[in-house]
């Protein structure tokens, strides 16, 4: 059975099991009253409201694409970031040796996969240049990055922060001020890179062992300092979107919006970075994640209040009210 709300006689359709972003949006919903309803063209809020433009969604979502977003809009919130396939490999390496002395650390991750699968770190550009001459290897399209080596830390131990972020094509693009510290459970190394565990800090390297602990943003009062920098990484990447793909947000036929969580490193100078962006971010499904508590539920309420609820009720875009989110255009 497919899940559903109802405000008033307003009605939700969601199939079930599709995702956690709609897992939970369906749960919340429940919990808020809404009522289900097995048919689509009754339902006032439904999947098509979360189908954001396809191609809009793929450039933040595959590290290639964002990379090219990011180098021609905004190059200064993302390391040094090279594109890199079968094709051109040796012509990137070449371009890094002319620039650069081999005393640099490289991070190779495949565009079109997340939580830190096959993900390599290189010393050496002759270590890279061996693992493109390896018949073993993950082809296909990666990205070559320049790895921080000295990345602010928690008590020694190097974390990333995830922000969450609505773009719509009817409203321009919100960003929630609250997320969590992704702090990976072994103690940084900066020279040894045999085990990735205390490089990435991606919540499962190898299932089902957690390689993170994650802890909301409002434990940690330095967070205030960072998130101007936070919030202006953000607002240049989603300005950079919409002069690349304008008419992902206009409202043709149907209001829709997408969920994203974006990843950032800050460095030892305090200056953040942005790793990458998640279309529809893996959400925790269980009532028992400790971030449901400290984080979820005021996520959840905030996005149905401002985004599920005006859709649903058809209310002007004028006068509907963002709870807890920033406007990011």
Same mark, same amino acid.
């Given at each position: 059975?497919?899940?559903?709300?109802?405000?008033?006689?307003?009605?939700?359709?969601? =199939?079930?099991?599709?995702?956690?972003?709609?897992?939970?949006?369906?749960?919340?919903?429940?919990?808020?009253?809404?009522?289900?309803?097995?048919?689509?063209?009754?339902?006032?809020?439904?999947?098509?409201?979360?189908?954001?433009?396809?191609?809009?969604?793929?450039?933040?979502?595959?590290?290639?694409?964002?990379?090219?977003?990011?180098?021609?809009?905004?190059?200064?919130?993302?390391?040094?970031?090279?594109?890199?396939?079968?094709?051109?490999?040796?012509?990137?390496?070449?371009?890094?040796?002319?620039?650069?002395?081999?005393?640099?650390?490289?991070?190779?991750?495949?565009?079109?996969?997340?939580?830190?699968?096959?993900?390599?770190?290189?010393?050496?550009?002759?270590?890279?240049?061996?693992?493109?001459?390896?018949?073993?290897?993950?082809?296909?399209?990666?990205?070559?990055?320049?790895?921080?080596?000295?990345?602010?830390?928690?008590?020694?131990?190097?974390?990333?922060?995830?922000?969450?972020?609505?773009?719509?094509?009817?409203?321009?693009?919100?960003?929630? =001020?609250?997320?969590?510290?992704?702090?990976?459970?072994?103690?940084?190394?900066?020279?040894?890179?045999?085990? #990735?565990?205390?490089?990435?800090?991606?919540?499962? #390297?190898?299932?089902?062992?957690?390689?993170?602990?994650?802890?909301?943003?409002?434990?940690?009062?330095?967070?205030?300092?960072?998130?101007?920098? #936070?919030?202006?990484?953000?607002?240049?990447?989603?300005?950079?979107?919409?002069?690349?793909?304008?008419?992902?947000?206009?409202?043709?036929?149907?209001?829709?919006?997408?969920?994203?969580?974006?990843?950032?490193?800050?460095?030892?100078?305090?200056?953040?970075?942005?790793?990458?962006?998640?279309?529809?971010?893996?959400? =925790?499904?269980?009532?028992?994640?400790?971030?449901?508590?400290?984080?979820?539920?005021?996520?959840?309420?905030?996005?149905?209040?401002?985004?599920?609820? =005006?859709?649903?009720?058809?209310?002007?875009?004028?006068?509907?009210?963002?709870?807890?989110?920033?406007?990011?255009?």
């Amino acid at each position: 059975m497919s899940i559903n709300v109802c405000v008033g006689s307003k009605r939700f359709f969601l =199939p079930p099991l599709q995702s956690p972003t709609i897992d939970n949006l369906a749960k919340y919903l429940q919990k808020q009253g809404w009522r289900s309803t097995r048919f689509k063209w009754r339902a006032s809020f439904g999947e098509r409201n979360l189908q954001f433009d396809l191609l809009a969604a793929e450039c933040l979502e595959f590290k290639n694409l964002l990379a090219k977003l990011v180098a021609r809009y905004c190059p200064q919130v993302l390391p040094e970031t090279f594109c890199i396939n079968d094709q051109n490999w040796s012509l990137v390496l070449s371009q890094i040796a002319d620039k650069y002395h081999d005393d640099l650390v490289w991070i190779l991750k495949p565009a079109l996969l997340n939580n830190g699968q096959h993900i390599k770190i290189f010393q050496r550009l002759n270590q890279l240049e061996q693992h493109y001459l390896s018949s073993k290897r993950m082809g296909g399209e990666h990205v070559l990055q320049r790895y921080l080596v000295s990345p602010h830390l928690l008590r020694g131990h190097k974390y990333s922060i995830r922000l969450f972020v609505v773009i719509t094509n009817y409203a321009g693009a919100y960003l929630y =001020p609250h997320g969590y510290f992704n702090v990976a459970l072994q103690s940084y190394q900066p020279h040894d890179f045999s085990e #990735l565990g205390p490089h990435l800090t991606n919540e499962h #390297l190898s299932e089902p062992t957690a390689n993170v602990v994650q802890i909301p943003t409002t434990q940690f009062d330095f967070y205030e300092q960072f998130y101007p920098q #936070l919030k202006a990484t953000v607002t240049a990447v989603v300005k950079g979107l919409k002069i690349h793909y304008p008419t992902a947000f206009i409202c043709q036929r149907q209001r829709a919006f997408a969920i994203f969580g974006f990843d950032f490193m800050v460095d030892a100078d305090k200056r953040v970075w942005l790793l990458e962006a998640n279309h529809g971010p893996w959400f =925790p499904i269980h009532d028992e994640h400790p971030l449901q508590k400290h984080l979820y539920r005021a996520f959840w309420q905030a996005l149905i209040n401002s985004f599920v609820v =005006p859709i649903a009720m058809r209310q002007p875009v004028e006068y509907i009210r963002y709870h807890s989110f920033e406007s990011l255009l």
